[in-house]
């Protein structure tokens, strides 16, 4: 950095989130969560989001009022240019509904002053010649790793703020305010089982499966259902991102298009003995999806910093909420220094749930299970047939796995069930807060796509 450069600094995004607080009392509890008033550039909103917090603390409203008293307590009032600097925070700040991607791009801001600060204290290092190569570079990482623990949800917080934050959002609750910063997957029985109704923030998701139940589809048409949902919510799209190892860009669109349409593949590709009202259907569809939030990146076998990195890097100007990875022993990480497979896989899943922390979103891995359910009788999977399960079952947050008995009746290793055919069952084999269980979905073959049986599903 030039010594004529400022600073990395996000002013009016400081004033919109201030402006927030003192417009919404229910905007605290998400942004006390992500900010600290070291995050402030300039020491007058600083302050301001000090008294703010102060009275978060003590459960007392913020507005006009409390906050110009809170300051003037604090004999901080006049430095903050008085009442007429908080009226105008209020007067130019229209709502407070994008106050979470106003308080990210100030904690953004906030990671790369402290990154530049780092950098040229690297610098020096680097040119210090009473250290070693390997000592300067021990010290770079533990100055990096300090950057990464003090930005976002990776800083801790007091017990007593994240119990004023809970106390607020049990106020919610109570009041029948509260709606749940969840992903859901937009089958309606599904999420009625998971806790929470769907994939929490910071939390890792698996979908195992034996190939050819499906797990592709399905994790596709969650990322659909969840792009969907914010375009018919009227709310700023959060992104998807969805990393596919093993199928392209083309033929996850030619899957999309088949699933929204509710007509096969083969039939919109051959195009020709399509009906008049067919042909209307997709190209509304079309339409309707080109706006769509959601970024396919078919690199082959990416690495885990590789996909953080892209991640980061959309983040800069997209609020990314979901990302999925498809699939888990695809990744291009190298085995560890043993050549340990189940190592490999292991340090994979934490790196998917170190990414589902540090960008705060919801990550699913999907991952190919074991042959050991071939050669069983009763081949509904269970949480051992996940490969090297031990380390990706404790990272998990949730687990589904997926049974269709259909394909085994077509290979003539099962006997068919009465009321399964078309079905697939999906074990919810873990959940860190709510309990295990089975629940069965419609599946669709010549669309591979599947359906919610209960018919309040969107």
């Known amino acids: 950095m030039s010594d004529h450069q400022l600073p990395p600094q996000a002013i009016d995004a400081e004033r919109a989130v201030l402006g927030a607080l003192l417009l919404d009392r229910d905007a605290m509890p998400s942004i006390a969560a992500t900010l600290t008033a070291a995050d402030f550039y300039r020491l007058p909103h600083a302050d301001i989001y000090n008294a703010a917090l102060a ?3 003590k459960r007392e409203p913020v507005d006009l009022l409390t906050l110009q008293a809170e300051l003037a307590k604090r004999d901080h009032l006049d430095r903050i240019g008085g009442v007429a600097a908080l009226s105008e925070l209020l007067l130019n700040t229209p709502h407070a509904v994008h106050a979470p991607h106003y308080a990210a791009l100030v904690a953004e801001s906030a990671a790369k002053r402290r990154l530049a600060s780092i950098g040229v204290k690297i610098a020096a290092l680097a040119y210090n010649d009473a250290l070693s190569a390997s000592d300067a ?28 934050s809970l106390a607020a ?17 937009g089958f309606y029985d599904l999420d009625r089982a998971i806790s929470g109704g769907g994939l929490e923030r910071g939390q890792l998701g698996i979908f195992g499966a034996r190939p050819g139940m499906g797990k592709t589809a399905f994790a596709l048409q969650v990322a659909l259902n969840a792009v969907r949902r914010a375009k018919i919510l009227d709310i700023e799209p959060p992104w998807t991102v969805f990393f596919s190892s093993e199928m392209t860009t083309k033929a996850l669109c030619w899957r999309a298009l088949a699933e929204t349409t509710g007509i096969p593949i083969q039939r919109l590709k051959r195009g020709l003995d399509l009906t008049h009202d067919q042909k209307r259907t997709i190209g509304d569809q079309l339409e309707e999806m080109l706006s769509l939030p959601l970024w396919i990146d078919d690199t082959s076998s990416p690495t885990v910093d590789q996909m953080h990195e892209r991640i980061e890097r959309l983040r800069t100007d997209r609020p990314v909420r979901l990302a999925f990875f498809d699939y888990l022993e695809q990744a291009g990480d190298e085995k560890d220094k043993g050549g340990n497979e189940e190592g490999r896989v292991s340090k994979i899943a934490a790196g998917l749930k170190r990414i589902a922390k540090v960008c705060d979103l919801s990550m699913v891995g999907l991952s190919q299970l074991n042959r050991e359910v071939e050669k069983r009788a009763e081949k509904m999977p269970t949480l051992s047939d996940l490969r090297q399960s031990g380390r990706v079952e404790q990272e998990a947050d949730i687990v589904l796995l997926f049974y269709r008995e259909d394909y085994y009746v077509k290979q003539g290793t099962a006997q068919p069930t009465p009321g399964k055919q078309g079905t697939c069952d999906v074990s919810i084999a873990k959940q860190r807060d709510g309990e295990t269980g089975v629940v069965t979905l419609q599946f669709v073959p010549e669309l591979t796509a599947f359906r919610s049986l209960d018919r309040r599903a969107g």
């Open 55 to 57: 009275l978060f603390r």
């Open 137 to 164: 570079l021990t010290e770079s990482r533990l100055m990096l790793n300090q950057v990464l623990n003090e930005s976002g949800h990776e800083r801790g917080m007091s017990l007593g703020d994240a119990l004023a």
């Open 169 to 185: 959002e049990l106020d919610q609750r109570w009041e029948g305010n509260w709606i749940e910063d969840v992903v859901p997957t």
